[in-house]
């Protein structure tokens, strides 16, 4: 008897089961081919990205050895010397106004924070090739789509991405446009009572000759009372911290968020495929069946899933390659965040009478809490998404499925256990409980 009026199944032969792998090869295969080529190449998903790091001198796509690519390494070269004359003539302020609680401790923040953009510059120039090999790859292979509400869980990501590069880039260009005219403003003498100047005058009112600064800074000429010397330290001061500083800081900053945001969308992707396993066995073709035998379908699932296993393994690389790219810029940020809580609230014990001081420190403050916030919100984000992939895999009809499969779905559950962590040279960790707990402190120590 063969079993069938029993309600068994028959047992399938060797041949049967070949013909049913090979089947199921060609689906696979098929379904693969409309993948192929995936997402967009390296840099069409992150436009916005690329635009603002080529503007800083950090993007050298040329043709190595081209008069395009010689004259883009001048502008490199031209930006960090910039940046270095800066941070000279800023770390020279707090000392020659030791004596100024309030200028001193003003330069030092500053001074901080330029230190910081200008580490931020060096250590992606450093690591340029990994960067730009990081960004090829997650365009290219990592998300290819063949289901359409996947296409747009991606495209949600880049449209996100995107939407948040284009309104930190015109936030910048405001606050540039605003240095600017604080320029023209200062170029000409202001017009002071001459009693505050000593002066024995007969007019009531008459010309002051000093001029302040965009950045406080110390030259080595007179800025305050020589009109060229005042107009060279402010264009230095617009060309070289105003414009490529913000945007150095800008386009290292929203390059690693974008790059997260991406990351995220994956994740999210990928969970959602592994809970709709089964659904896009029936989109292919194929039946989806509950018995321990073999079938074609059960064949087509278990091949399927080891597609989704290959992305997994393939985003948990990518991460780990970006967390450590970004690992020594993640440190600066928060140590240095750190350290301008501290001189800012310093700063807030010893001026608190003066106004002009005092917004000047809550603007300061606010910018490094939301530039802090903004790493930490995203770390959060890509942790959270990077664990839920273990949750989506439990999900899978796995309980009456083969054994090769119910392992695959065990492969799976113990590498998502180990998610994606965001961290400072292993020291900090990039996320909202750290953020809150930094604040929280300072702030507790402040009052």
């Known amino acids: 008897m063969d079993g069938a009026g029993n309600g068994i199944p028959p047992r399938k032969t060797r041949r049967s089961v070949a013909s049913s792998d090979r089947k199921t090869v060609e689906m696979i295969t098929d379904w693969l081919a409309r993948c192929k080529g995936g997402r967009s190449e390296s840099g069409e998903y992150l436009t916005a990205n690329v635009k603002l790091l ?21 502008l490199t070269v031209f930006v960090l010397v910039a940046f270095v004359l800066h941070l000279a003539t800023q770390f020279a302020f707090p000392f020659a106004h030791i004596k100024d609680v309030g200028d001193a401790t003003e330069g030092f923040n500053l001074t901080t924070v330029y230190v910081v953009t200008f580490l931020k510059m060096l250590t992606l120039l450093w690591r340029a090739g990994d960067v730009e090999r990081l960004i090829s790859a997650l365009g290219r292979g990592v998300g290819c789509s063949c289901w359409r509400e996947e296409e747009g869980i991606l495209d949600e990501g880049s449209r996100s991405a995107d939407r948040l590069t284009r309104a930190f ?7 540039t446009a605003f240095f600017c005219l604080h320029a023209a403003l200062t170029v000409a003498p ?46 230095f001061q617009l060309v070289g911290p105003g ?5 150095v800081n800008l386009a290292a900053d929203l390059l690693l968020v974008s790059l997260l945001i991406h990351l995220r969308a994956r994740y999210r992707a990928l969970s959602y495929l592994l809970r709709g396993l089964d659904a896009r066995v029936g989109e292919m073709g194929g039946e989806v069946t509950s018995d321990l035998e073999l079938h074609h379908d059960e064949g087509l699932r278990y091949r399927l899933l080891t597609e989704y296993i290959r992305r997994h393994q393939e985003l948990y690389r990518l991460s780990a390659a970006m967390v450590n790219i970004f690992s020594p810029l993640l440190f600066m940020q928060c140590f240095f965040s750190s350290v301008s809580y501290c001189i800012i ?15 000047k420190n809550a603007l ?22 990077s664990l839920s992939v273990m949750h989506a895999a439990y999900d899978t009809s796995w309980l009456r499925s083969s054994p090769r499969f119910k392992s695959s779905v065990l492969l799976i559950i113990c590498r998502a256990q180990k998610p994606v962590l965001l961290t400072g040279f292993q020291v900090y960790l990039v996320n909202l409980e750290t953020f809150t707990s930094v604040s929280a402190r300072h702030w507790l120590a402040y009052l």
Do not use: K
Request: glycine share 6%.
């Open 54 to 74: 080529r503007f800083v001198g950090m993007w050298n796509d040329f043709p190595r050895g081209s008069h395009a690519w010689r004259a883009y390494v001048c």
């Open 169 to 175: 880039s015109t936030l910048t260009a405001f606050g």
């Open 190 to 235: 202001t017009v002071a009572p001459c009693s505050a100047r000593n002066s024995s005058s007969v007019d009531e009112h008459c010309l002051d000759a000093d001029r302040n600064l965009v950045y406080p800074a110390e030259f080595p000429f007179d800025t305050a009372g020589d009109s060229l010397g005042h107009v060279v330290a402010l264009v």
């Open 243 to 247: 414009l490529f500083g913000n945007a």
């Open 345 to 359: 609230l310093f700063h807030l014990t010893m001026v608190s009478d003066d106004s002009v001081h005092l917004l």
């Open 364 to 385: 300061f403050l606010l910018t490094h809490m939301g530039q802090l916030l903004l790493f930490c919100w995203f770390g959060t984000q890509i942790y959270e998404e």
